[in-house]
């Protein structure tokens, strides 16, 4: 049973930063494209940035760019996700998810594979 667990949410005022991290029970983690997702109440969980299993591919949504960094240690089985300047509409439950689909203009969960976290909370007061 592949176990993914989060770490670092919290409250934060606007302006502000937080460090996401992510470590996951794979035999094989550094063969696994990674990813952050979030959900708001009433809305879709969304992809906000992944990054491929050696590192070099990396996507962020329009919404994070300049203000978010996803980053991995392969040699700790751990995901990051520095992020910066934190805004009111950043508040959401943030997901770590194992087995992504990674491309520069895309982000996605794969049907049945994907690994999910149990999320952490993360609320940006304004």
């Known amino acids: 049973q592949v176990q993914v667990v989060e770490s670092g949410g919290g409250l934060v005022q606007a302006g502000g930063s937080l460090r996401l991290s992510c470590t996951a029970s794979l035999l094989a983690f550094g063969n696994y494209a990674l990813g952050w997702f979030r959900q708001s109440p009433g809305k879709g969980r969304e992809g906000i940035s992944c990054i491929s299993s050696g590192g070099r591919i990396t996507y962020y949504a329009d919404s994070v760019k300049g203000r978010f960094t996803i980053s991995r240690d392969n040699a700790k089985n751990t995901l990051y996700l520095q992020m910066n300047s934190l805004k009111a509409e950043d508040t959401a439950m943030y997901y770590c998810?194992?087995?992504?689909?990674?491309?520069?203009?895309?982000?996605?969960?794969?049907?049945?594979?994907?690994?999910w976290g149990q999320g952490t909370q993360v609320t940006v007061s304004s």
């Open positions: 998810a194992a087995y992504v689909g990674v491309s520069g203009t895309r982000c996605y969960a794969v049907e049945s594979r994907t690994y």
